[in-house]
């Protein structure tokens, strides 16, 4: 009988098929739903992330896969590759967790793709407020929020935005900021 093919052996090729099918599923909500795990309390207006977030933890679930055949696999230059992979596909969890933006009462919150910790932002620190219509290229509207030190945080009025976007004019002009509505370019 071969070799490949024993009941502990058969497990790696179990756990890949299930991170395999997992990734794909987890790929749309995963870092969503941790997102709203780690900041959904009492003063949340919106929690915000980035579709790149949703690819990288996607294509961790298929490295994390692929690592588990990999163990499934006899040899020490299959165990080695699938340690190697393992180790690359950590990197991208990581990223892909660690961005997003979030508006509270309180203060907003953004960490970009790369960054290793968040900015923290009062909304006293906005300088300007952007509405930018949709269009024939663009079937939603973004809201833009430019911050004083020059970073701009794009917030799509999409569904859970737009039920929040009462709250977040008043806090707008609450702090002396009005936004202003423009086409997109």
Same mark, same amino acid.
């Not at 795990?37 to 990288?56: A, C, E, H, K, W």
């Given at each position: 009988?071969?070799? *490949?093919?024993?009941?502990?052996?058969?497990?790696?090729?179990?756990?890949?098929?299930? +991170?395999f099918?997992?990734?794909?599923? =987890?790929?749309?909500?995963?870092?969503?739903?941790?997102?709203?795990?780690?900041?959904? #309390?009492?003063?949340?207006?919106?929690?915000?992330?980035?579709?790149?977030? @949703?690819i990288?933890?996607?294509?961790?679930?298929? !490295? !994390?896969s692929?690592?588990?055949?990999?163990?499934?696999?006899?040899? $020490?230059? #299959?165990?080695?590759?699938?340690?190697?992979?393992?180790? /690359?596909?950590i990197?991208?969890? &990581?990223?892909?967790?660690?961005?997003?933006?979030?508006?509270?009462?309180? $203060?907003?919150?953004h960490? +970009? !793709?790369?960054? /290793?910790? +968040?900015?923290?932002?009062?909304?006293?620190?906005?300088?300007?407020? /952007?509405?930018?219509?949709? @269009?024939?290229?663009?079937?939603?509207?973004?809201?833009?929020l430019?911050?004083?030190?020059? *970073?701009?945080?794009?917030? !799509?009025?999409?569904g859970? &935005?737009? +039920?929040? =976007?009462? $709250?977040?004019d008043?806090?707008?002009?609450?702090?002396?900021?009005?936004?202003?509505?423009? *086409?997109? *370019?």
């Amino acid at each position: 009988m071969n070799q *490949e093919f024993h009941e502990g052996n058969m497990m790696w090729i179990v756990l890949s098929v299930i +991170s395999f099918i997992s990734a794909i599923i =987890f790929a749309f909500v995963g870092p969503n739903l941790l997102h709203y795990m780690f900041f959904s #309390y009492g003063d949340i207006i919106v929690i915000q992330t980035p579709v790149i977030s @949703n690819i990288l933890f996607g294509i961790f679930g298929v !490295l !994390l896969s692929l690592f588990f055949f990999m163990m499934y696999k006899i040899g $020490k230059g #299959y165990k080695i590759t699938g340690f190697v992979v393992l180790i /690359v596909s950590i990197p991208i969890l &990581v990223l892909s967790v660690t961005n997003y933006s979030v508006l509270r009462e309180e $203060k907003i919150l953004h960490n +970009s !793709l790369f960054s /290793v910790t +968040s900015t923290e932002y009062q909304w006293s620190d906005i300088e300007s407020a /952007v509405l930018l219509r949709q @269009n024939d290229d663009f079937d939603y509207e973004t809201l833009v929020l430019n911050m004083n030190d020059g *970073e701009d945080l794009p917030f !799509l009025r999409n569904g859970y &935005v737009i +039920s929040a =976007f009462p $709250k977040i004019d008043g806090m707008l002009q609450a702090n002396g900021v009005i936004f202003t509505s423009q *086409e997109r *370019e």
